[in-house]
């Protein structure tokens, strides 16, 4: 009569088969019996192991998109004060690379000498005593 159990095939290490064969003939079962209790005796410890894993795999997967999540909202709110940052530097770039043809270079150029000239000279003195 066929079994009608999985069946598996494993190659085990030459010392585990030795172990087995005396403890087999010790208890007068055979081999294939004593890895069945083992197995059984072991499966409720696999499977806690097997949702642990799953567990963790599931935590790791809502951890990344989470992390996606925000790392897309973060970039969405830098967006325009980037763009901002780009015009105000494509608009010095334009005064450096051709300062005659930007506009408001000319203006630009006379509110820096107009600071430098107020810089340059000293204050008027104005206290309302006559020197007599």
């Known amino acids: 009569m066929p079994a009608t159990s999985p069946r598996f095939t494993i190659t085990v290490r030459p010392e585990t088969d030795r172990a087995l064969k005396r403890l087999a003939s010790i208890q007068g079962?055979?081999?294939a019996s004593i890895i069945r209790e083992v197995l059984d005796d072991?499966?409720?410890?696999?499977?806690?192991?097997?949702d642990t894993i799953e567990a963790l795999g599931a935590a790791r997967d809502a951890a990344r998109?989470?992390?996606t999540d925000g790392l897309a909202e973060a970039a969405a709110d830098l967006q325009p004060?980037?763009?901002?940052?780009?015009g105000h530097l494509r608009a010095v770039q334009g005064l450096?690379?051709?300062p005659d043809e930007s506009v408001?270079?000319?203006?630009?150029?006379?509110?820096?000498?107009d600071r430098a000239g107020r810089a340059a000279r000293p204050p008027a003195c104005n206290t309302g005593?006559?020197?007599g």
């Not at 004060?81 to 780009?86: S, T, V």
């Open 104 to 113: 408001g270079a000319d203006s630009a150029r006379s509110a820096v000498a």
């Open 42 to 50: 072991a499966a409720p410890i696999m499977a806690e192991l097997a």
């Open 29 to 31: 079962r055979p081999v």
């Open 65 to 67: 998109a989470e992390l």
């Open 81 to 86: 004060h980037l763009e901002g940052i780009l």
């Open 96 to 98: 450096v690379s051709d």
């Open 129 to 131: 005593v006559v020197n």
